[in-house]
């Protein structure tokens, strides 16, 4: 069974841009969520997707948005880049349909913004 | 908030030694607690999930033991191995919440 599969695995952009990161979970899982992971700040919870339905929101600002498609596969936006969005960029996905099933990564997207 | 706290921050051992990693969070109404393991550069890959109506779980030389009412988790690796240096992170799911909250891992290093 294929992992979670996130697209590209590194990315440089420059401040001011935006860019769209892809996520492609473990077929039948239905919930995706993303997360960022810098030095200084650890893993932080972005949102969670199930059924093209964003579930739940972390406490970042409106730069940062995603969705999710019919096929659970979903899309991270990130709009005017800032240096501070910087970090290693994960996605989960599990069954979704109760909160005791597993979360299962991806390798991540390495985002350096200039 | 849920705050996630996980010491040491890191550890060294011989070949051979059992590892204990702990982890600690303050709000006790949890859904479950899992631990992962973090390879540099790489993902998140899933050790074991433990319920919250659950003492322990094991999978091989791993055991992790929950002591909801204190706040506490524990990861026991026996018999550690090189294989095993990586980072170590212990996340809690809050009740009624879809999100997970991560300690910020404890690196450990298993000395050939």
């Known amino acids: 069974k294929a992992g979670v599969t996130q697209t590209p695995r590194y990315l440089i952009k420059t401040r001011g841009q935006q860019v769209t990161l892809s996520c492609s979970p473990i077929s039948g899982h239905r919930s995706v969520s993303w997360y960022q992971q810098t030095p200084g700040q650890g893993l932080q919870f972005l949102f969670e997707?199930?059924?093209?339905?964003?579930?739940n929101k972390g406490n970042f600002p409106g730069r940062f948005s995603g969705r999710q498609f019919s096929n659970s596969r979903s899309e991270m936006n990130v709009s005017t880049l800032e240096l501070g969005d910087s970090a290693l960029y994960l996605c989960?996905?599990?069954?979704?349909?109760?909160?005791?099933?597993?979360?299962?990564f991806g390798n991540g997207t390495r985002l350096t913004v200039t | 908030k849920q705050e996630v706290t996980q010491i040491p921050a890191a550890l060294s051992v011989p070949e051979g030694e059992n590892l204990v990693l702990n982890c600690s969070f303050t709000d006790s109404a949890i859904y479950n607690l899992q631990w992962f393991r973090q390879d540099p550069g790489k993902g998140l890959t899933s050790l074991l999930l433990?319920?919250?109506?659950?003492r322990e779980q094991t999978s091989g030389r791993l055991n992790a033991s929950l002591d909801k009412s204190s706040g506490r988790s524990t990861l026991y690796i026996a018999a550690s191995q090189p294989g095993d240096s990586a980072t170590y992170l212990c996340?809690?799911?809050?009740?009624?919440?879809?999100?997970?909250?991560f300690g910020a891992g404890t690196t450990v290093t298993v000395r050939a």
């Open positions: 996340a809690v799911r809050r009740s009624g919440d879809y999100k997970l909250s």
């Open positions: 997707y199930f059924s093209e339905t964003q579930r």
């Open positions: 989960a996905s599990s069954l979704g349909t109760a909160n005791n099933s597993p979360l299962h």
């Open positions: 433990i319920q919250s109506s659950q």
